[in-house]
């Protein structure tokens, strides 16, 4: 079983960034583990966000964050990223990120196993 352990999150004025991290451990990382970025605010049901394939050759950003998101991941280090600029409070959400091993980039939530605890960001005006 893989733990996945996020961290990054925050209070940040709008237009301001931060960059998420998500650890993960518990077996090989690298080999055709995808990874994604999920968030949910409250009220709302939890919704994709971005997912990178395990080589970080391919990668799947949802439309309403592309532009200002980004996922990358260091295999070496057992952690990918989400980097987010031009945060609005429409982005305030607990992110979450999870894993599945795989040839697909899914962005259906009920595809992915492994979940982190989530952490929140929190977008100011």
């Known amino acids: 079983q893989v733990r996945l352990v996020e961290s990054g999150g925050g209070l940040v004025q709008a237009g301001g960034s931060l960059r998420l991290s998500c650890a993960a451990s518990?077996?090989?990382?690298?080999?055709?583990?995808?990874m994604g970025w999920f968030r949910q605010a409250p009220g709302k049901e939890r919704e994709f966000v971005a997912a990178?394939?395990?080589?970080?050759?391919?990668?799947n950003v949802a439309d309403f964050v592309k532009g200002r998101f980004t996922i990358s991941r260091d295999n070496a280090k057992n952690t990918v990223y989400l980097q987010m600029n031009s945060l609005q409070p429409a982005d305030t959400a607990v992110y979450y990120c999870?894993?599945?091993?795989?040839?697909?980039?899914?962005?259906?939530?009920?595809?992915?196993?492994?979940w982190g605890q989530g952490t929140q960001v929190t977008v100011s005006l």
């Open positions: 518990g077996r090989t990382f690298s080999y055709y583990y995808n």
């Open positions: 999870a894993g599945r091993s795989g040839s697909y980039l899914n962005t259906d939530l009920d595809d992915y196993p492994d």
């Open positions: 990178i394939s395990w080589s970080a050759q391919s990668t």
